[in-house]
């Protein structure tokens, strides 16, 4: 399992990526059954998460999915996230719930979700779900890390509107 290192901004704010920025977690790092998913993280530049899946999503091991964005990527930290599904074998319903849930649950907090790297059989059922119209779809991690870095109009933090204290004449 891969992951993309940090893409560095040169000093006229492009993003820039080459090979030489991707980092390998051993297999042997892993020791999963049949009903875990292999599950890695990274938080980029403070801006996106990106978690990398490994192994079949379905009814059971959607929770651990589940668990492991609600803690590694929860929606009021206001990042982005970034899923890399470039290895996963297998996604039933359980696994597409929880992609959106996890969108929606970052727009309402001023982030986004994205996937990359689906593998034929997914992104046939991702397309037929119409899930693309909702969640973008890059063909890399790469694509999907440079469209989130790159994005106009995106401040660090979402505007949350603060309570506004009434003052009465006495």
């Given at each position: 399992?891969?992951?993309?290192?940090?893409?560095?901004?040169?000093?006229?704010?492009?993003?820039?990526?080459?090979?030489?920025?991707?980092?390998?977690?051993?297999?042997?790092?892993?020791?999963?059954?049949?009903?875990?998913?292999?599950?890695?993280?990274?938080?980029?530049?403070?801006?996106?998460?990106?978690?990398?899946v490994a192994g079949e999503v379905d009814l059971a091991t959607a929770p651990q999915l589940?668990?492991?964005?609600e803690r590694h990527a929860p929606p009021e930290s206001a990042r982005h996230v970034v899923?890399?599904?470039?290895?996963?074998?297998?996604?039933?319903?359980?696994?597409?719930?929880?992609?959106?849930?996890?969108?929606?649950?970052?727009?309402?907090?001023?982030?986004?979700?994205?996937?990359?790297?689906?593998?034929?059989?997914?992104?046939?059922?991702?397309?037929?779900?119409?899930?693309?119209?909702?969640?973008?779809?890059?063909?890399?991690?790469?694509?999907?890390?440079?469209?989130?870095?790159?994005?106009?109009?995106?401040?660090?933090?979402?505007?949350?509107?603060?309570?506004?204290?009434?003052?009465?004449?006495?």
């Amino acid at each position: 399992m891969t992951l993309q290192n940090e893409p560095e901004r040169s000093s006229g704010g492009t993003v820039t990526t080459d090979a030489a920025m991707t980092r390998t977690v051993h297999r042997s790092t892993w020791e999963a059954s049949a009903d875990e998913l292999q599950l890695v993280h990274r938080v980029l530049l403070n801006r996106v998460t990106l978690i990398a899946v490994a192994g079949e999503v379905d009814l059971a091991t959607a929770p651990q999915l589940r668990a492991y964005c609600e803690r590694h990527a929860p929606p009021e930290s206001a990042r982005h996230v970034v899923f890399d599904l470039s290895e996963v074998t297998f996604m039933d319903s359980s696994g597409f719930q929880i992609l959106l849930d996890a969108h929606l649950a970052a727009a309402r907090n001023g982030a986004t979700v994205r996937v990359a790297a689906l593998p034929p059989l997914v992104r046939r059922v991702f397309g037929v779900l119409r899930l693309g119209e909702h969640i973008p779809v890059h063909d890399t991690v790469r694509q999907a890390l440079a469209a989130v870095l790159t994005a106009p109009g995106r401040a660090r933090t979402p505007h949350r509107p603060t309570a506004q204290v009434e003052k009465t004449g006495a």
